[in-house]
């Protein structure tokens, strides 16, 4: 090799050339914040509007039915007045939807914990037979597709006389919920450590006590994320709530209240959208407070450490 050779091998490349690494962090650097405003108006835009009608008069809507943006003057609460106001009134009647909603989700909630929490404890810490494969069956349940079971369960329910009752519809919740429940707890007690119980069982605790002063506060982010995860999903339920309360109105919940009013050609445009309003609000202010321990909850029994 000669000393030209040599040379031209250790010479340090002109930076003039065409750099991969820089072009694209600075494209992801523009495109990052483009896209991050175009996923927040998608789907912000929808709810926004969706307020906006409701809080509009028929008049104003059917004059500029495409404003998005109207004078403080013109806004309007009768709207909510008579989506909340008594059948009786000449409401909608979504006062008492409302609070069978929230005991059929207080209940649902309260029931699958009773029921989720020893039972995903037993799966994690106790050796039986059968005991892995318990975890997958309970996954298996929560995916079978609830459409399969509502012939067999209306025509059950009707011949036991629960048909038409909020106590029936709690029992279909949590045995729909109370599977995935049981998976996902039992992935946050894996993560507990066993040498606390173990330190527990030298103190002179048995099972019981174990579980419920050293394991359930270690995991009492996994069970409010779950009891709102369970929340959510009992609250805006709709086919089964449909099946087993249409012919009882002073039972139904607010998502079948709502199908009615989208059903009906008498309801005006911005009670409906009032109405969406009121089903919305409650699930969206009830995330938002709670927004850490959801994901922190959901997300915990992810990895054992």
């Known amino acids: 090799m000669t000393a030209a050779t040599v040379e031209r091998t250790t010479a340090p490349r002109k930076s003039g050339g065409f750099n991969r690494d820089r072009f694209e962090n600075g494209l992801f650097k523009i495109l990052r914040p483009i896209v991050i405003v175009l996923l927040l108006l998608v789907s912000i835009f929808p709810f ?12 104003s809507l059917l004059a500029d039915p495409g404003a998005l943006w109207v ?9 909510y007045l008579d989506v909340l106001a008594p059948v009786s ?37 106790l050796n039986f037979f059968g005991r892995r494969q318990v975890s997958g069956l309970f996954l298996a349940v929560y995916f079978f597709p609830a459409i399969l079971l509502a012939v067999p369960l209306f025509v059950f329910f009707t011949q036991v006389g629960l048909r038409g009752s909020l106590v029936g519809l709690v029992i279909v919740y949590v045995s729909q919920v109370a599977a995935v429940s049981i998976y996902t707890l039992r992935n946050y007690f894996a993560t507990v450590p066993v040498s606390l119980e173990e330190a527990a069982a030298i103190d002179g605790c048995n099972r019981l006590q174990t579980m419920w002063k050293i394991s359930l506060p270690l995991a ?29 109105r002073d039972s139904w919940t607010v998502s079948l209240g709502l199908s009615q ?22 699930i969206i202010i009830l995330f938002f407070a709670s927004e850490r321990l959801l994901v922190g909850g959901l997300t915990a029994g992810a990895e054992k450490g």
């Open 220 to 248: 009492m982010p996994a069970l409010v994320s779950n009891g709102l995860f369970i929340f959510m999903i009992a609250w805006n339920e709709f086919l089964f709530a449909l099946l087993f309360l249409v012919e009882k």
């Open 261 to 282: 009013l989208a059903g009906s050609i008498e309801v005006p445009t911005t009670v409906l959208m009032a109405g969406s309003v009121i089903l919305t609000l409650p």
């Open 48 to 59: 926004y509007y969706m307020v906006l009608l409701s809080f509009r008069t028929l008049g």
């Open 89 to 125: 009134d000449g409401g909608q009647g979504f006062i008492v939807f409302m609070r069978n909603s929230l005991i059929v989700a207080l209940s649902t909630v309260a029931l699958t914990l009773l029921v989720a929490i020893p039972g995903s404890y037993a799966v994690s810490r």
């Open 71 to 79: 004078s403080i003057d013109e806004l309007d609460l009768s709207t």
